[in-house]
């Protein structure tokens, strides 16, 4: 079986392998002292030339002649034109024992033939080089011009079939894990494995016309062979998927969450290239490229005349594919909730990337369709994407899971119930810091679908994006553009119709708009939707009829051969001379540039190192194009410099030139660019030192009288631009305006200039103008003094008692200063005082200890001071400056205290309550029979003393509860007995609403909780804004109380946090000491958690800290379900504060229908997080729940239920729980076990 001459490759590709035969080699004698003749010995060295040594017969001799890489010292013999004989193994169909010798004994050149039939794995088919803590070496690398080739064999492409199914499911049983270099796959179909159907972690493979389908995670995946390969030079590189099928693959014990068409993420290098693939009817995505945080950036991924469509669904039934597979019953999603939908199937066509870490992507001639989710999405990576010729239509599609149906398991048209489609055709926005790139962009949209408007931001030149509605965008010539812009003057005044643009929808069975599985004639995508020569043609599906319609924009992959196709790669690596030059060849292959050669507007980057060679650059023009001289890099040790932008007058052209440099070898690869000329506009305006001030009153310096202050200089910056450089100074004007006022009550007079001399506040406004167009700053420079009057603004001042004692806020005059304040219930020392001169009363409340004073640099203060809350008493408090002189008068308050002894009481007396007065009860107050009306806000504090509130029931259609709305008030020191409240609306708890304020040393005993709609919370049902103060918060439920609705967003204590609106703050909110023991039904609803539903940024400001608090509530819900929080978004794009700190989950997660309580985590559900994202500042630590983390793993602790029932888990797992003052330990079992929940709150003996 030597001498193989058949083809090993498709035409396209045979230059890769070569066909290789024996030499003649003349044998010379030994020399003066030997008589023998030398036979021939043959090895390969490193510099991949073959050298012949004569070797004496006699081994005696050998030692005589030495070896230097393969070169014969002795005899000096090479011949550089030989090449080995090769091997080819002719494997019978479905010996599977044979072909796995084949693959061990495999060497550079030597081919594998498959016959036809069913080859049966029981465990992964390992193809590894080396040995390493994942196996054994099982197979050589091939080399750059002889390839090992796995092939079916002529007469059986299409029958040669890898079956994993006996795999059970597991993360390590892949079908086929490819740990080596250079080596050629084709005509082999794989299934079943327990994992991914083929894994690839070697560099320079070819997998040509396979397919994979029902695999229990994504058909072919691309990734590090080993946890600790961290860096991007260890990750595979250069490995080309060509006219592959993915299909029907599905994470069945994990619902779904993974399982996708194709995937380059987590850890890829670079050119890696996905040509004439499909993939389809994938549970998750058709293509993720996903990039986690800890791992760093990815190497750029590519994808020429790619189709994705349909996926987020399957091709069967779940219990179909489930039967063709080794399965654990218990973990398998409940079959008639689940059929050809999912529970955790995302549904992308093309998921370009994820987290925060950047992943260049090149797509180009790609179609995308019918998908569940979006059709192409960045998933907010941060890296740049190019997208050419590409045509999406109708995703976000909704299939028909009506088993009765004609259309049963077919896409169908958008379900007026409500389906389970979502999504646009264009997603790539999400990330704020990207500058992406489209071109001959095809976005389409009919009523047998319903996208989304498409989402985009970056270069758009010859584009028809869709709008939403009836709307289309049309872009013929270039721009920077971005679709939360105002692009009126872009709409277009008929859009494209899709009947008349294309031959052929999918599969229209008729008017309704229903059409069949896929839309395809014969179910057989792999062959049916190819050429003779295996590459993409979709016929007429989708195929522009019109070219000149849509003005060349789209997919067009109804070409007759792989000829007609544009591809990626320009040469093949058999054409370089060495396997050094080889490498020099790849990269230059591989590397383009991250931006659109044709309209370059925004700074960019370039790589420089890839593959083991270095890259460096030159710019024909520095002054258009400045390469910084810096290098950056991320957690994988990809390394890239910077490209600044400074767009010039007119359109420019300009040159980059590549130098590649690996072990001597060399290349050189130039790009030429058109750098759009500027268009500048007004842009952010700020001076050094505000450049993070959100408010005006933020804008502000604060600085001593006489102190030496130089005035900031003012920056304004280039809108156009999105990386804020500076508007170059002579293309506008600037006026700069200066006010003066002695204090901050005073009116404001122009002034010349600001002088630090003179104590008051300046403001200064600076006018700015740019092509007509004028914006305007204002920031205030305050100059303090020793002298100056401090007083409140009138207006602006506030006392508020509260949890700690007592709050003033407000504005005041003058920036420093001291607020004193002093507080009594001695009627006489008040009576007194009351009497007394306001300089008298100064100097005799100086003196006492008891008076607290709070100093200030500042135009607007907080201040805090102590009081026990449960009498009545008088506050006095006064302004000092500087210099201690008294500069206001001596203001006082009384607080009053109104008891409450009965349910009358309670309402009457809290119906126009005020932020000085205490409420206090002086008796429990039971409910039973009372006709309850929710009090509307609390303003004041309702000190419980001990006593309690009880059986509670109360109803209504909006914010039911005890109060509609907590505004600044207090409730404390309270217990809640058997309280009930039902709601057809949204907003509901024992506050519908919060505003800020305090509660503290609450005991809330069997609550139930009815809604209607969205937002609720057994404590809160949204809190919107201002601080929210909580600690020592108990809910404790028995079975016969739950908290349940039917909407979105509920939580144990809390239901929602968000904002009003976009760049409002909801303040600072902070939970600690708190626990939860209940059930909190959410079932078939978003957003469930065990103490928080979902908190959502959407600014800068938002604050968010939850620290000692426990979790044993059984919380059910369909997606983001979390322990205890469900959620943390992020849907500014700001970086906001999260700290979850030495918090505790024990308690039972139900996700996505599952009757069982999860053992493992599923995508969005997890013990303390159900989803979060990457771009807050998060810290979590100390954390310890019964379930592991989906994200933040490292930083939580796994322990089981039952060990929680021990006193020594409490003292070694949560050793910050202050079991001396804060929490207790239930009362012991027989056996010494706690009961659950294990530990409560002591509230101090207080509801003893």
Same mark, same amino acid.
């Given at each position: ?31 003066? %002292? ?275 469509? @349909? ?75 190019? &997208? ?12 028909? #899971? ?157 070409? %007759? ?31 383009? #540039? ?35 001289? /810096? ?12 490209? @600044? ?187 007194? &005082? ?8 100064? $100097?005799?409340?100086?003196? %006492? ?10 135009? /607007? ?24 002189? &008294? ?16 349910? $009358? @009481? ?17 008796a429990d107050l039971d409910f039973t029979g009372v006709e309850y009306t929710p009090v509307d806000s609390l303003y004041g504090l309702v000190n419980g003393d001990g006593h ?76 919107? $804004? ?70 959502? %940024? ?89 379930? $592991? ?17 021990? @006193? ?41």
């Open positions: 079986m030597k001498n193989k001459s058949k083809k090993l490759i498709s035409a396209a590709a045979a230059s890769l392998v070569a066909v290789l035969s024996a030499a003649t080699v003349f044998a010379s004698a030994c020399g003066p %002292d030997h008589e023998h003749e030398w036979d021939t010995e043959w090895s390969y060295d490193e510099t991949n030339h073959w050298h012949a040594c004569l070797v004496c017969d006699e081994v005696n001799d050998l030692a005589a002649h030495t070896f230097d890489k393969g070169e014969c010292t002795v005899c000096g013999y090479e011949d550089p034109d030989y090449q080995p004989e090769t091997t080819t193994f002719s494997i019978e169909g479905g010996d599977t024992a044979a072909l796995i010798s084949a693959i061990s004994q495999a060497q550079p050149g030597d081919t594998i033939e498959l016959a036809a039939g069913t080859y049966e794995f029981a465990s992964t088919l390992r193809v590894a080089d080396v040995a390493t803590s994942s196996g054994a070496k099982t197979a050589n690398n091939g080399t750059y011009d002889a390839y090992i080739t796995v092939t079916a064999a002529d007469d059986a492409v299409g029958e040669v079939v890898f079956d994993f199914s006996r795999q059970t499911f597991d993360g390590n049983n892949r079908g086929v894990a490819l740990y080596t270099d250079y080596w050629y796959w084709y005509g082999i179909e794989v299934q079943g494995a327990g994992d991914n159907g083929m894994f690839i972690g070697g560099n320079y493979n070819i997998v040509e016309y396979c397919e994979f389908h029902n695999n229990r995670d994504t058909g072919l995946q691309l990734g590090r062979e080993l946890g600790d390969m961290n860096t991007i030079s260890q990750w595979p590189s250069y490995n080309l998927i060509k006219n592959c099928t993915s299909y029907n693959n599905y994470d069945n014990e994990t619902a779904g969450e993974n399982a996708d068409g194709f995937a380059a993420k987590l850890t890829v290098g670079y050119g890696n290239v996905f040509d004439g693939c499909i993939a389809y009817r994938n549970s998750d995505d058709g293509w993720d490229l996903y990039a986690y945080q800890s791992n760093g950036d990815i190497g750029a991924v590519i994808m020429y005349n790619c189709v994705a469509f @349909e996926n987020g669904y399957l091709g069967e039934t779940v219990a179909e594919f489930n039967d063709k597979v080794t399965c654990n019953e218990a973990a398998l999603e409940d079959e008639t909730m689940f059929t050809y939908n999912t529970q955790n199937g995302d549904g992308n066509g093309f998921k370009l990337g994820g987290s925060v870490m950047r992943g260049n992507v090149k797509m180009y001639n790609c179609l995308s369709f019918n998908n569940r989710m979006h059709g192409v999405t960045d998933n907010s990576n941060p890296g740049v994407i190019s &997208l050419e010729g590409i045509t999406s239509y109708n995703n976000g599609a909704d299939i028909d #899971l009506d088993p009765e149906s004609a259309t049963y398991g077919e896409i169908v048209a958008p379900l007026a119930s409500g389906g389970l489609g979502e999504g646009n055709n264009i997603d790539l926005a999400r990330a704020e810091t990207s500058h992406n790139n489209l071109e001959d962009v095809l976005s389409v949209a009919d009523s047998l679908g319903g996208p989304g408007a498409d989402a985009f931001k970056g270069s758009v030149g010859n584009s028809i994006l869709y709008g939403g509605g009836t709307t289309y965008l049309g872009f013929t010539d270039y721009a920077d553009a971005y679709s939360e812009d105002d692009n009126e003057d872009r709409v277009l005044a008929a859009g494209p119709v899709a009947a008349d643009v294309f031959a052929a929808l999918p599969g229209v069975a008729g008017e309704d708009g229903q059409y069949a599985l896929s839309g395809l004639e014969n179910p057989d995508v792999h062959e049916t939707y190819r050429n003779a020569d295996e590459s993409v043609n979709m016929g007429d599906i989708l195929r522009i009829a019109d070219s000149g319609a849509v003005s060349g924009a789209g997919a067009y992959l109804s070409e %007759d051969s792989w000829e007609d196709y544009t591809h990626f790669y320009d040469s093949e690596l058999s054409e370089a001379e060495s396997a050094n030059e080889a490498v020099v060849l790849a990269v230059y292959n591989t590397l383009y #540039l991250y931006t659109d050669t044709d309209a370059v507007y925004q700074d960019f980057t370039l790589t420089t190192a890839m593959m083991g060679a270095t890259i460096s650059w030159t710019s024909s023009n520095s002054d258009i194009l400045y390469i910084v001289p /810096s290098y950056n890099s991320s957690n994988s040790n990809s390394q890239d410099v910077a490209i @600044e932008v400074y767009r010039p007058a007119d359109d420019t052209e300009v040159t980059l030139t590549a130098y590649i440099s690996y072990r001597g070898a060399t290349a050189q690869k130039t790009f030429e660019l058109t750098v759009k000329a500027a268009a500048p506009e007004l842009g952010d305006i700020y001076v050094a030192g505000l450049e993070d001030a959100v408010t005006e009153e933020a804008r502000r310096f604060i600085i001593d009288q006489y102190e030496v202050f130089e005035e900031p200089g003012v920056v304004v910056e280039d809108g156009s631009d999105m990386n804020g450089k500076p508007l170059p100074e002579d293309l506008y004007d600037i006026e700069a305006i200066y006010e003066y006022a002695p204090s901050a009550t005073k009116t404001y007079s122009r002034v010349g200039e600001f002088s630090a001399s003179v104590a008051g506040v300046y403001r200064i406004t600076y006018n700015v103008t740019c092509n007509g167009e004028t914006a305007s700053y204002t920031y205030y420079i305050y100059v303090a003094s020793n002298e100056a009057v401090i007083d409140f603004v009138p207006g602006t001042e506030s006392l508020i008692v509260n949890r700690d004692g007592y709050s003033i806020s407000g504005d005041v005059t003058n920036v420093k200063g001291t607020l004193y304040a002093y507080s009594t219930s001695d009627e006489a020392e008040i009576a007194q &005082l009351n009497g007394m001169e306001d300089s008298a009363v100064v $100097a005799q409340l100086s003196a %006492d200890e008891a008076t607290e004073a709070y100093s200030f640099t500042d135009n /607007s203060i907080t201040a805090q001071f102590t009081n026990e809350n449960n009498r009545a008493y008088t506050i006095y408090y006064w302004f000092t400056n500087g210099a201690g002189d &008294l500069t206001s008068e001596v203001y006082s308050q009384d607080v009053s205290v109104e008891t409450i002894a009965t349910p $009358a @009481e309670f309402t009457s007396k809290l119906a126009g309550n005020n932020s000085y007065t205490i409420y206090l009860l002086t309690s509130i009880d059986n509670l029931t109360v109803s209504g259609s909006e914010r039911v509860g005890l109060f509609n709305y907590l505004r600044g008030g207090t409730l404390m020191n309270v217990e809640l007995n058997n309280i009930s409240i039902t709601s057809s609306g949204q907003r509901n708890g024992i506050f519908g609403q919060s505003y800020g304020g305090y509660i503290s040393n609450v005991l809330i005993n069997n609550l139930s909780l009815d809604a209607g709609n969205a937002r609720n919370g057994a404590l809160i049902g949204h809190h919107t $804004a201002g601080g929210l103060y909580i600690d020592n918060v108990a809910l404790i439920n028995d079975d016969e109380h739950v908290l349940t609705a039917s909407g979105n967003d509920m939580g144990g204590l809390i239901g929602l946090i968000q904002s009003s609106s976009s760049g409002v703050t909801f303040g600072e909110v902070v939970i600690s000491d708190s626990m939860v023991y209940a059930t909190l039904d959410g079932a078939g609803r978003n957003y469930v958690g065990g103490i928080v539903g979902r908190m959502e %940024d959407r600014s800068v400001e938002d604050k968010f800290t939850l620290e000692r608090c426990y979790s044993a509530a059984a919380v059910i819900g369909q997606q983001y379900v979390g322990g205890v929080i469900a959620a943390q978004n992020n849907s500014a794009g700001g970086a906001y504060v999260v700290s979850v700190t030495d918090c505790v989950f024990m308690g039972e997660l139900y996700y996505g229908g599952n009757t069982e309580p999860l053992t493992v985590p599923e995508k969005n559900s997890s013990g303390i997080f159900g989803r979060y994202v990457e771009t807050a500042v998060i810290t979590i630590s100390g954390c310890v729940s019964n379930i $592991a983390e989906d994200g933040y793993a490292e930083y939580v602790q796994v322990a089981e239920t039952r060990i929680a029932a021990t @006193e020594s888990f409490w003292s070694s797992y949560t050793p910050r729980f202050d079991f001396e003052n804060t929490w207790t330990h239930v009362d012991e079992n027989a056996d010494g076990t706690l009961e659950a929940p294990y530990v409560v709150l002591t509230f101090g003996g207080m509801f003893d």
